[in-house]
Nanobody, 117 residues
Framework: QVQLVESGGGLVQPGGSLRLSCTFSGAMFSIYDMDWYRQAPGKQRELVASITNGGTTKYTDSVKGRFYISRDNAKNTVLLQMNSLKPEDTAVYLC???????????WGQGTQVTVSS
């Protein structure tokens, strides 16, 4: 079955950087559009960044110029490079994959990112 496993979260000071990684298995990664979402306590889940199977990227306004999403189809991974982190970036970050063929989607378990001094 399809599995998504995130890693790379942690505690970082404001202005710092983290790189999240999502490892995909169980299906053909190259036919999946991939996203990073985040969910902070008491808030709705928010789409942070997307990358299509062809490599087209989109970002929510609050992270433009700070976060960068990329994918490596040979390694079945999607990365989220997060720079200039702010306390409001604190959340659980979740990896999401959507098959462009079947339209079935899958979620990872999430990784905690905490931005605090």
């Amino acid at each position: 079955q399809v599995q998504l496993v995130e890693s790379g979260g942690g505690l970082v000071q404001p202005g710092g950087s983290l790189r999240l990684s999502c490892t995909f298995s169980g299906a053909m990664f190259s036919i999946y559009d991939m996203d990073w979402y985040r969910q902070a306590p008491g808030k709705q889940r928010e789409l942070v960044a997307s990358i299509t199977n062809g490599g087209t990227t989109k970002y929510t306004d609050s992270v433009k110029g700070r976060f960068y999403i990329s994918r490596d189809n040979a390694k079945n991974t999607v990365l989220l490079q997060m720079n200039s982190l702010k306390p409001e970036d604190t959340a659980v970050y979740l990896c999401h994959g959507l098959s462009i063929i079947t339209r079935r989607d899958y979620w990872g378990q999430g990784t905690q990112v905490t931005v605090s001094s």
